[in-house]
């Protein structure tokens, strides 16, 4: 009998998965990848790196939180930096930026492949199922990325400051930041990610003729504006709709219409915040006279 219980104990104990929870940064995944190294727990198969916020407590898994470490972190980023290089890195980062399930687990899995193995061009081994899903996650990022670039709809407000706000699949605002501020560098721009609850913002007044200002993090705006940004509208907002909405309703070619294509190419997904599509299909006063 006691036999059979600790051959029932062992069996239990590998089903058992170790879970070592992340503040919810790609700083703080860095911080979790050290303490997996540091305490020897690379070699567990069950091992989850999960992050916090996301993290359903279990009867039986065994969790430890790690808190995030500066300094552990720039370590293991300087470390991995060598075996992956650039390209690598930003696979990384995209990949972390999807917020997809066990995403933290994944990226560790190529991590360890990397060490494991520091001679191989490990991003080019799709065999391997977890650099596979990293590569097809990074894609799919990169399209929302484009997406976001092309249908960001910015309203102009009483502030003097374009605002636009955005719900994005994937946490893609710090990749498209670049973008807006390489563009806009002549006036006050506002992104907000409704989805997260903040948002990036460029000021202007903070420029120079050879740089632009640099990008500020803002998380904190009323709820009533969120909800109705037409409350704070400046004069020529409207007028500025209007003006998109006709261009957007003449050009129209009723014969030549194909939804299912229209949709392929912007998604439905997108129309709520994009000005040419709250015009309605009776909308006369936007159509041209002939």
Known sequence: MSQLLQSHDYIVGQLTPSIVLYEPSFEGWLSAVFYVYASKLQGDESLQLIAQDCYVPSLIAQATSVAKDEDKAERVLIKLNQLLGRSGMRNLLWGFLSEKDHIGTTLFQVVKY???YPSRHIMDDLGNLNVLELVQTVKSVGREKHRMEAFVRFEHTVEDIYFARVEPDFNVLPLIGEHFRQRYQDQHWAIYDLARGYGIYYDK????????????????????????????????????????????????????????????????????????????PNAQHLKKQR
């Open 205 to 280: 007044s903070q420029s120079t003729p050879k740089r632009p200002a640099a990008l500020q993090t803002i998380t904190e705006l009323n709820e009533a504006v969120l909800r109705n940004p037409a409350s704070i509208h400046s004069a020529d907002e409207l007028r500025y709709q209007k003006f998109w909405q006709g261009y957007f309703t003449n050009v129209n070619i009723k014969e030549r219409k194909n939804p299912r294509l229209h949709k392929q190419y912007l998604p439905q997904r997108y129309w709520k915040y994009l000005s040419e599509k709250q015009v309605l």
């Open 114 to 116: 990397a060490i494991d």
